[in-house]
Each structure stands twice: as structure tokens, then as C-alpha cells.
């Protein structure tokens, strides 16, 4: 079984050494609740709503500093980041990092109007990974609000959907509503980490969470203020993908 552990936090805007000291730190508490996995919100290393960011090679010094936390930790981390793409523009993206190695990396495919559209060369693909015996998928904020998104990795054989999310007021019921229902209607867990505060024009809605694949809420944060929940990735799946008439359409 898989333990999850979403960290809720406020965003620290372009502060990279002093965001992977935080990390450093939910990483080791997560250990002691005994996570085997710790996701973080959107673009986590350097903040999402500070303007045009420069973009950071996958393999760089932040995948150095993560991939020791996971070794000292033994927690599995999700970070998101600005990753650099080899034509120069830069991409919304989460890499997972287990045992000091990429476990698996996604960019954001659904731009979030002008926020994502003015800055973020959007991907185009739901690959799927192995994490300690699980089959796992990624996705970053909005594009969990498209049912196409989880149904994909569902149907790939994803049994856990990974999300960091950077959603802000007025749009909770995301976390409340469609969050638990693309687990449900998948028979997925979807960890949901989303960030509290402000940052820039935005305030954060928090209520980050873990749903289950019966439609339960595993764990739900407050919100406001930080808070690390961990819970397992656990329920007998709804039967929804068993009974669908894929024939049909």
C-alpha cells in the first residue's frame, strides 16, 4: 500500500535555497509519518504567480538537492518547477525523484488563460510510472479539471494520480467536488497539493487533499495555513472503468 503525504504551504516567490530548505524539512516529517511519497504544490521551487521565470534543467542543481533529500528522507518527493526545454521556451512541470533518481516527470498540458498561456509551452502527454509497486500518473492543477486527464491515466493502469495545483479563490470546489469525483469516477487516489496565502494577484483556496478510489476523502486540509496530511492510497475502486461500454464511443 501506498502512503501519500500533500504538503500545504505558502508560496515563497523566487526563493529557491530557502524553498529546498522547507522541502528538506516537510520531507524528514513526512518520513516520521511514514509517507513513502511527499508532493508539493505547482512550480513549488520558485513560486507560480512572479511573472516570466527562467527555466531550470531537469537534471540540475535542484534535482541534486532533491535527489539527496530522498536518499537521507527515504520519502519519494513530487516538485514542481520550471523546467527548460532544449528550444529554449520553459514548461510547467513536476518530477518525481525516488532513491536519488527520476522516477518520472510530466508538463502541464491545459493552460490556465493568460497565467499559464504568456508564459509555459504547454505538453502533450500522460505517461505513466512505477513507484514502489504502484502505477503512477502526474498532472499539475487545472488539468485535473478535465475528466479526459485522470480517465487517461486510468485507463493506462494508474492506480495513484500525483497533482501539485496552485488554485486560488473563488475555485474550491475543485478540491471539494471534481478532486474527489476523478477519483471516484476512476476508482484512483488523487493527491491534490495545493498552496495557502498569497502570492502576486492571487489568493490561494488551500483545502488541499487525498481522495480515495471509493470516493472517500482521506485527508482534507483547512483553508488556510500550512499542513502536511498523509494518509494511504487505499479503498476498493468504484466500477466505473469495469462497466464502461468502451464499444460505444
Not at 494511504?232 to 464499444?247: E, F, I, N, T, V
Request: glycine share 10%; proline share 6%; aromatic share 8%.
Amino acid at each position: 500500500m501506498l502512503r501519500l503525504a500533500v504538503w500545504q504551504c505558502p508560496s515563497s516567490p523566487r526563493d529557491v535555497a530557502g524553498n529546498l530548505a522547507r522541502l528538506a524539512d516537510a520531507a524528514a516529517r513526512a518520513a516520521a509519518g511514514g509517507a513513502d511519497v511527499l508532493v508539493t504544490p505547482e512550480m513549488f521551487v520558485t513560486g507560480y504567480d512572479i511573472g516570466p521565470v527562467a527555466g531550470m534543467a531537469p537534471d540540475g542543481e535542484v534535482f541534486d538537492a532533491v535527489a539527496s533529500m530522498t536518499l537521507e528522507s527515504g520519502v519519494a518527493i513530487a516538485y514542481g518547477y520550471p523546467e527548460l526545454l532544449p528550444d529554449g521556451r520553459v514548461a510547467n512541470a513536476v518530477q518525481l525523484v525516488d532513491d536519488g533518481r527520476v522516477v518520472g516527470a510530466y508538463r502541464k498540458t491545459h493552460m490556465f488563460g493568460e497565467l499559464d498561456a504568456s508564459r509555459f509551452a504547454p505538453g502533450s502527454d500522460f505517461p505513466v510510472f512505477e513507484l514502489r509497486g504502484h502505477r503512477v500518473g502526474l498532472l499539475i492543477c487545472y488539468d485535473v479539471e478535465f475528466p479526459e486527464t485522470v480517465r487517461a491515466l486510468a485507463l493506462a493502469g494508474a492506480s495513484v494520480v500525483l497533482a501539485p495545483t496552485a488554485n486560488m479563490v473563488p475555485y474550491e470546489l475543485v478540491s471539494t467536488v471534481l478532486v474527489r469525483a476523478r477519483a471516484y469516477e476512476n476508482g484512483i487516489t488523487v493527491a491534490y497539493a495545493n498552496y495557502c496565502g498569497t502570492e502576486g494577484a492571487q489568493v490561494y483556496a488551500g483545502l488541499s487533499t487525498i481522495c480515495g478510489p471509493d470516493g472517500r476523502v482521506r485527508a482534507l486540509a483547512a483553508a488556510e495555513g500550512e499542513a502536511l496530511l498523509i494518509a494511504d492510497a487505499a479503498g476498493d475502486p468504484a466500477p466505473y472503468l469495469r462497466d464502461r461500454r468502451h464499444d460505444v464511443y
